[in-house]
């Protein structure tokens, strides 16, 4: 019985295609996958008006019986266990070729018949494609990296896959220290008949790069580093496995406290607007001797602790907000690297540390860190 074919007369020349049962499955159906791929750009070139260009596809790519279906089914299906995976490949390369020609193909042109088959019409209007913008922390790390290059520092970037040696022990991290648990860490995997200093970890701050690029790069430097870390936190409203942190290192023949705090104070100002005042406290990191927390005063109630008669949260009514972590570098850290000429009788620097998210929560007034992460578009479409 001769089938009807949906198209319009000169198709009714055409013999109708359809999907031949495989006799072996290497050269007949590479055979047959080319006489397809044919009868598919006969089919289009015949294509005359909407109506037809929507047969066409339904006919090709239709979910149910469609010839893309057919083919799954008779070809791929019924193939011999040891064959599937090569035939696998052979009808997923036929499948995306006959795909791209469906998808390609307009109805007709001033002729009435198809415009293209090749998959590009002149003649049509473009597909208007959104621009997408900066995610807004990525937005605020660019924005801390430029303040600081303004400065004449230059950025540097490390592995996110770090060793022990360089995100612990260069550092100054004692053997035993909390952070080198697996309760903070997230390990990698099947190391354990490495060295303990060759294992492999995530790393869990941006510092190792400041190691990486001592042993690159002789004095002086001035780098930032942006990055992202990864700790073995749970997720919640303030914390996420997967962070971002902006680093900064110093270091010169002359490098003394004042140098550092010279720096963060012009760089807050930068950020946060010229009125906002800085604020150290005393602390404790194993690679900075003496080390300091830094505050800001708070940008959002202006120091006061107040936004109206409404207590302030951010600075939680203190009018301060911590921002970020530093100190001069202990010299038990340059020990690592004298050998490139950071001899700690000579040399001395600063470096500071802060959590990009945490700046970006603040700035833009999110209250849960996971709306960064989740990929919600609606989100993110606030910041464009
Ligand atoms: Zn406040």
Not at 176 to 194: C, E, M, S, V, Y
Not at 218 to 233: F, L, S
Request: charged share 25%; hydrophobic share 40%.
């Amino acid at each position: 019985m001769q089938m009807r074919l949906p198209y319009s007369v000169p198709l009714f020349d055409l013999p109708m295609y359809s999907v031949s049962k495989l006799t072996d499955y290497s050269a007949a159906l590479a055979a047959a996958a080319e006489e397809c791929i044919r009868a598919c750009e006969a089919e289009a070139r015949s294509v005359s008006d909407e109506t037809e260009l929507k047969l066409f596809r339904d006919r090709w790519l239709g979910r149910k019986s469609g010839i893309l279906t057919q083919i799954n089914e008779l070809w791929l299906k019924d193939a011999p266990k040891d064959a599937k995976r090569e035939v696998g490949i052979r009808v997923n390369e036929l499948k995306a070729r006959i795909q791209k020609l469906v998808e390609g193909t307009r109805a007709g042109g001033t002729d009435g018949r198809a415009t293209t088959v090749a998959g590009v019409d002149i003649t049509l209007p473009g597909i208007r494609r959104s621009i997408g913008a900066e995610h807004p922390v990525l937005k605020t790390m660019n924005e801390i990296v430029s303040v600081f290059q303004k400065l004449g520092y230059s950025v540097a970037k490390g592995p996110v896959v770090e060793t022990d040696y360089y995100n612990f022990e260069a550092l100054n991290f004692p053997p035993n220290h909390p952070a080198r648990d697996t309760q903070d860490t997230l390990f990698i995997a099947g190391q354990a008949a490495k060295p303990p200093r060759e294992r492999l970890l995530l790393r869990t701050h941006t510092s190792p790069v400041q190691i990486r690029t001592m042993e690159k790069m002789r004095p002086p430097i001035r780098i930032v580093i942006p990055g992202q870390v990864h700790r073995n936190d749970p997720p919640d409203a303030s914390h996420s496995p997967m962070f971002h942190q902006v680093e900064g290192l110093a270091v010169d023949t002359d490098i003394t406290f004042s140098d550092l705090k010279g720096t963060l104070d012009h760089a807050m100002k930068a950020l946060f607007g010229s009125s906002v005042k800085t604020h150290f406290r005393p602390s404790f990191f194993p690679f900075t001797e003496p080390s300091a927390e830094m505050f800001v005063s708070c940008f959002i109630c202006g120091g006061s602790g107040k936004r109206g008669a409404e207590p302030c949260r951010p600075c939680k009514q203190t009018g301060w907000i911590e921002i970020l972590g530093c100190g001069m570098v202990d010299p038990n850290v340059f020990d690592f690297v004298k050998d490139n000429g950071y001899d700690p009788r000579r040399v001395s620097g600063f470096a500071f540390g802060m959590g990009a998210d945490r700046i970006a929560l603040l700035k833009y007034g999110v209250d849960d860190i996971q709306l960064f992460f989740q990929g919600d578009v609606r989100f993110l479409q606030q910041f464009a």
